[in-house]
């Protein structure tokens, strides 16, 4: 089952630009994650956020989370031809660590 | 440590052939997770084990699917007999918290 819903599907900026991608999920969460997938790759964990945190930093990323909203974004600055995949949001379902996911946002960055 | 580890990379098959999937997890992690990815239906959990023991096969799509791991260290996703409606990517994940690892992944090609 997908739980977090991101959008936009797909985004496609210059390099150096900012990139915003929004999650959405349905029940309480604990915690949320994102993650990156490069073509032909498996997912590579980013950064996760507590709910009880609002905002998060890791290098040129910046996340949010507004549980009142039942929503999350994962900003990206400065963006990088590098930065180009899918990015995936994760909420937790339960005490043994299963996750749900969102169906991804594919990035594209423009040289 | 090298990461989780899965064989084979690519799989080419004809329909009715039996398949075996394996994956080695990091060494240490306790949670292990089958997920297969297609780009009609995103990220799937298929099967989720704690301790060696599944927690949760509900994902598992019919009894042609199943899933072992004898040991902390090795772990298989079987599908007999194989179908086109298959072909998909899958992954093995592991885990000792929230944030997964993941393995490259195994292309499954059914013909």
């Known amino acids: 089952s997908q739980q977090g819903e991101e959008d936009p599907q797909a985004l496609s900026i210059q390099e150096g630009e900012n990139a915003t991608m929004n999650c959405s999920y349905k029940?309480?969460?604990?915690?949320l994650q994102w993650y990156r997938q490069n073509s032909g790759r498996g997912l590579v964990h980013l950064i996760l956020?507590?709910?009880n945190e609002r905002e998060k930093h890791s290098g040129r990323l910046r996340v949010t989370l507004d549980t009142s909203k039942k929503s999350s974004s994962l900003l990206i600055t400065a963006s990088r031809a590098a930065d180009t995949a899918s990015y995936f949001c994760?909420?937790?379902?339960?005490?043994?660590?299963?996750?749900?996911w969102g169906a991804g946002t594919k990035l594209i960055i423009k040289p | 440590d090298a990461g989780v580890i899965q064989s084979p990379r690519h799989e080419v098959t004809e329909m009715g052939q039996e398949v075996t999937l394996r994956c080695k997890p990091i060494?240490?992690?306790?949670?292990l997770f089958w997920y297969r990815q297609t780009m009609m239906r995103g990220l799937e959990l298929l099967i989720y084990?704690?301790?060696?023991?599944?927690?949760?096969d509900s994902g598992m799509p019919e009894d042609r699917f199943s899933a072992k791991m004898p040991n902390a260290s090795f772990s298989t996703l079987k599908i007999q007999p194989s179908e086109p409606r298959d072909s998909a990517v899958y992954f093995c994940?592991?885990?000792?918290?929230?944030?997964?690892?993941f393995g490259p992944g195994t292309r499954l090609t059914v013909t």
């Open positions: 994940a592991s885990s000792t918290s929230y944030e997964q690892y």
């Open positions: 060494s240490g992690h306790d949670y």
């Open positions: 084990f704690n301790n060696n023991v599944p927690i949760d």
């Open positions: 029940t309480s969460i604990n915690n």
């Open positions: 956020i507590r709910s």
């Open positions: 994760a909420t937790d379902l339960d005490s043994n660590y299963q996750l749900i």
